[in-house]
Structures are given as structure tokens and as C-alpha cells.
């Protein structure tokens, strides 16, 4: 069974850079498409991004486009998302997911493995 542990959450000011990490277990990383969502409280759990695996495609949210970075570490069984110059909407639950079709978007229900979450708040 596949297993998801974000890490790397916590209380920035605007501005901030933060770098969250999602471990992967149970299974090679390497057979999976890894997304990033994130969610605030009362509204959809919205797509951030993805990287199809060996890092071949990568697609963003237009919201965090050329202020976040994805990247996988295949070795390391672990997926990173570089969050810079952070802004108060930024703030939620950040979720690391999971899919072994060749999908790479913003569909929920493409994925079929999700973590816990980490929480990300950013002050203003």
C-alpha cells in the first residue's frame, strides 16, 4: 500500500520562501505521476502541480506559476515543492497525491493516492 508524508509546513510571513517535501512508501515513486493540491477550509481542494514521473512533463496552477517549483528526487522516493515569494492566499492545507495513469492536471479523482496534508500559513 502507498503512503504519503508531507512535510515542510508552517507560519511565514509574505514574501517567504518555504520547501515541502512528500515522502513516498510502499511502493517505487518511480511508476507515479506526483501533484500538488492545497485546500482552504469550506472551498475545493484546488491543483497546484504535477510532474509526470522521470520529471518529463510539468504542469502548474496559473496561480503559482514562476513562484513555485516541483521537482522529484526518484532516489529518495520523495517529491518537493519550492514555494517562493509567498503570499497570504497561498495560505491552506497543502496535499501530495499520487496517480499511475499518465495524467498530469487538476482532476481529483485522477488520483488515487493522497497524504495527510501540511498546513502553510502566510501572514501579511
Known amino acids: 500500500q502507498v503512503q504519503l508524508v508531507e512535510s515542510g509546513g508552517g507560519l511565514v510571513q509574505t514574501g517567504d520562501s518555504l520547501r515541502l517535501s512528500c515522502e513516498v512508501s510502499?511502493?517505487?515513486?518511480?511508476?507515479?505521476?506526483m501533484a500538488w493540491f492545497r485546500q482552504i477550509p469550506g472551498k475545493e481542494r484546488e491543483f497546484v502541480a504535477a510532474?509526470?514521473?522521470?520529471?518529463?512533463?510539468?504542469r502548474y496552477a496559473d496561480s503559482v506559476k514562476g513562484r513555485f517549483t516541483v521537482s522529484r528526487d526518484n532516489g529518495k522516493n520523495t517529491l518537493y515543492l519550492q514555494m517562493n515569494n509567498l503570499k497570504p492566499e497561498d495560505t491552506a492545507v497543502y496535499y501530495c497525491?499520487?496517480?499511475?495513469?499518465?495524467?498530469?492536471?487538476?482532476?481529483?479523482?485522477?488520483?488515487?493516492?493522497w497524504g495527510q496534508g501540511t498546513q502553510v500559513t502566510v501572514s501579511s
Open positions: 510502499g511502493r517505487t515513486m518511480l511508476a507515479f505521476t
Open positions: 497525491a499520487t496517480t499511475e495513469s499518465d495524467y498530469a492536471g487538476p482532476i481529483l479523482d485522477e488520483y488515487d493516492n
Open positions: 510532474v509526470k514521473y522521470m520529471g518529463r512533463q510539468i
